[in-house]
């Protein structure tokens, strides 16, 4: 069997590697318009000597459970506890910022009010997790940030998401998370080089290739990349792009797909994270290694994340989620920098020096990406319409037998996370293979 893969991230890689070594006489062309395999799961680790600034995924979330860590360990990769411990950079009225839990009261009363709306809203299949907060204090901004249905753990905010897609996400009890030494991006790429070494001329890869143009019937298909420079004739295709590419219509269908489809495209949207990473040469003693802390913004309205880890203790990460990435992906980079710094500075009395090497994303603009993972958005409909929750399961469902979609987007349980993307991957290249489990 010849299968076409569109896309070199954890799906596409993780599909290869099922569909390649289950026969010797399997073989996969593999299409990614990027230089090199990873997708999502980006590593810079050149714009800040000695750190490795994962762009993308974070960490290796559920680590007892998620393939990945496996993965670290048969390739050699070192990783260390996510250490967490949330504070408040709180403004006081005469000006002063103090540090406060953040199950400090009213934050949490905030908090509280949004996973109470959850609650209620997942029995629904189309509601959304909770209205849209005012925003119009210290404890509503903070609440809303720091609420584990926040855009920090969603990319969207609580008002753009229905409550029962998030109901079926899969959690483990006690189960740590687990930073990859040299980048999580790093190991995902070096996942991908693998697969060459180990199956040689039975996969033909094309970097910087785009596709444009998927023709299919129920007996195989053809793909063309964007140039034309490329045709590949297969029995199928495993398409793993992100859900918000085909909705552009980056890639055309020939014949078009049906209207369920293109509703998927719209309804499992990607929403926005940014981050930053800016190395320094004095920081105040209150900035803790191990800890995140929160900082509101004023214009644009929002919340910054950042951090520091004990292992590199001398660099500042920065996160921004939801509708605030958003605008700060549509400010220029440097204003972006020079606005968090700022506030920083007032946050700790200018006691912050930096030194040179920064680093920031842009995932809105990336236009192999446009936008950071998925969720499922409210697009209309009444509360007991299955239309939106059912657009995951109407993903997974292969066009004319022979087109295959997958991804984090496809999984229920761990959808925006980099194990729900390889367990897509695997499970899509076994159903292409015709193996039942």
């Known amino acids: 069997m010849h299968v076409v893969i569109i896309g070199g991230g954890a799906a596409g890689i993780a599909a290869a590697h099922t569909i390649l070594g289950s026969s010797k006489s399997h073989k996969v062309t593999l299409f990614e318009s990027r230089g090199t395999y990873g997708g999502r799961a980006l590593t810079d680790d050149t714009s800040i000597s000695g750190f490795a600034f994962d762009k993308g995924c974070q960490y290796i ?66 509601v959304i997790v909770a ?79 785009p596709v444009g143009i998927v023709r299919y019937t129920g007996s195989g298909v053809t793909v063309v990349s964007r140039s034309g420079g490329k045709t590949v ?29 293109r509703s998927v495209f719209n309804i499992l949207r990607l929403g926005s994270y940014k981050k930053l990473a800016l190395k320094c040469n004095r920081i105040p003693d209150e900035l803790e290694v191990d800890t995140n802390y929160y900082l509101i913004e004023t214009e644009p309205e929002g919340v910054w994340k950042y951090y520091r880890l004990s292992k590199t203790p001398d660099v500042l990460v920065v996160h921004a989620a939801g509708d605030f ?46 936008g950071a993972y998925s969720y499922t958005a409210m697009v209309g409909g009444g509360p007991s319409d299955p239309t939106a929750l059912n657009a995951r399961i ?26 729900g993307a390889y367990d897509e991957g695997v499970a899509t290249a076994r159903a292409v293979l015709g193996v039942s489990g």
């Open 233 to 261: 004739a297969a029995d199928a295709v495993i398409i793993t792009v992100p859900t918000s590419v085909l909705a552009s219509g980056a890639i055309a269908f020939d014949p078009p797909l049906s209207k369920e489809y």
């Open 394 to 419: 109407q993903l997974k469902k292969p066009v004319s037998g022979t087109v295959h979609f997958t991804g984090e987007a496809a999984s229920l349980g761990f959808y925006g996370t980099l194990s």
């Open 325 to 370: 990435a958003m605008a700060l992906d549509g400010m220029a980079d440097k204003d972006v920098f020079a606005l968090f710094k700022k506030t920083l500075q007032e946050a700790y009395e200018g006691l912050i020096a930096y030194a040179p090497g920064k680093a920031i994303t842009n995932w809105s603009r990336d236009p192999d990406a446009l």
């Open 61 to 126: 979330q559920d680590e007892k459970h998620n393939p990945w860590t496996a993965i670290a360990k048969e390739l050699g990769f070192d990783t260390f506890p996510e250490k967490v411990d949330d504070v408040l950079r709180r403004e006081e009225e005469d000006g002063k910022f103090v540090d406060e839990k953040t199950t400090a009261e009213p934050v949490k009363e905030v908090s509280d009010a949004i996973e109470a709306s959850y609650e209620e809203a997942r029995k629904q299949p189309n």
């Open 131 to 209: 209205r849209k907060p005012r925003l119009d204090t210290q404890a509503e901004m903070f609440g809303h940030a720091v609420s584990e249905f926040g855009p920090f753990t969603e990319s969207a905010e609580v008002y753009q998401y229905i409550a029962a897609d998030r109901a079926r996400v899969v959690s483990y009890e006690g189960d740590g998370n687990a930073f990859v030494t040299r980048g999580l991006g790093t190991l995902v790429r070096a996942y991908g080089l693998e697969l060459k070494k180990r199956f040689g001329d039975r996969i033909t890869e094309y970097f910087q290739t």
